[in-house]
């Protein structure tokens, strides 16, 4: 749920377990010659070998140390629309259509490529947060939009703002913009993805939410969306990790491919909602039950990670 407020050198790091960086830049399903993002983005950057943040059981406790994680995606349908937050690839002759924006000082562009018949999240019918994100295959671009409707049957769409991301680069928004997250952050890069789980591995940070969030960000973040100034509440950005020691090897083979992952990358808080809900994207191919057992993973199991010592790459 967006809460908007207006607001004014490589380092290698050695892990116990090997070395911290970036993974290889993944290709994307019906895009395959555009990386989600450079090999050096935080989005790819290891933090399993990282620091505990200093106040990282405060952070625990302010999400809700005994609330439960919650895969948010899966297949089918929920309420008549996908479980998730689908996205789309688009051809360069793809036309744009105009789009109109109610945080337009904070927005990108007007014309998007947005195809008829373009997936919004939670369906047509949906009254969330109504992602709808875009790929250009050839430009390599990402249009992302919230809170978007079509109108004129698509020849024309609203929003609340939208942003333009270059896959093949590492350029933020301008500080303190939002974009179609709370967080200023990219959504595409976060969302756990079924082709990467079917070959065995998620190399990526995911996205995730928390009911309350500090009035602050932190690398890679732009944005706050919280009038609250308590030091033990997360900020939007801040990175977790499922701790070292919990057992994945009883869970099924989905959910411990997407553990596995969330030892080693990782996810970022990137808007306010429910406790530790993980966003992916819909897919038939996703085994709800094994995707339901994610639920017994407790919020105790995560622990906030101190990535200050990570590279802030530039462009």
Request: charged fraction near 25%.
């Amino acid at each position: 749920m967006r809460v908007r407020l207006a607001t004014a050198a490589a380092v290698v790091v050695l892990l116990g377990l090997g070395m911290a960086g970036g993974s290889p830049a993944r290709p994307l399903p019906g895009a395959p010659k555009c990386p989600v993002f450079p090999k050096n983005s935080q989005w790819n950057a290891r933090v399993d070998g990282l620091p505990v943040h200093a106040r990282s059981t405060a952070m625990v406790r302010a999400i809700g140390s005994g609330a439960n994680m919650h895969a948010d995606f899966g297949s089918g349908l929920w309420e008549g629309g996908p479980i998730g937050i689908p996205f789309v690839t688009v051809p360069r002759a793809q036309p744009r259509v105009p789009v109109s924006f109610d945080y337009a000082d904070e927005s990108d562009g007007h014309r998007y490529p947005i195809p008829r018949g373009a997936p919004v999240e939670g369906g047509r019918n949906a009254d969330g947060d109504r992602h709808v994100i875009v790929v250009d295959r050839s430009r390599c671009r990402l249009y992302e939009l919230f809170a978007a409707y079509p109108e004129a049957g698509g020849a024309r769409w609203r929003a609340g703002s939208g942003a333009i991301w270059n896959l093949r680069s590492n350029r933020l928004r301008p500080r303190g913009w939002t974009s179609a997250d709370a967080a200023g952050l990219p959504i595409l890069p976060g969302l756990t993805r079924y082709d990467e789980v079917k070959r065995g591995r998620i190399e990526h940070a995911l996205r995730f939410t928390a009911p309350r969030t500090r009035r602050a960000f932190v690398y890679p973040a732009r944005h706050f969306a919280s009038s609250l100034t308590s030091p033990d509440l997360p900020a939007m950005g801040q990175r977790f990790r499922l701790k070292r020691g919990f057992r994945i090897s009883g869970f099924p083979r989905q959910a411990r491919i997407v553990l596995r992952a969330l030892k080693r990358y990782g996810m970022i808080l990137a808007d306010n909602g429910s406790p530790w809900y993980v966003s992916g994207a819909p897919s038939r191919g996703w085994d709800n039950d094994d995707l339901h057992s994610l639920h017994e993973v407790p919020g105790s199991a995560f622990e906030a990670v101190d990535t200050s010592g990570l590279p802030r790459p530039r462009r």
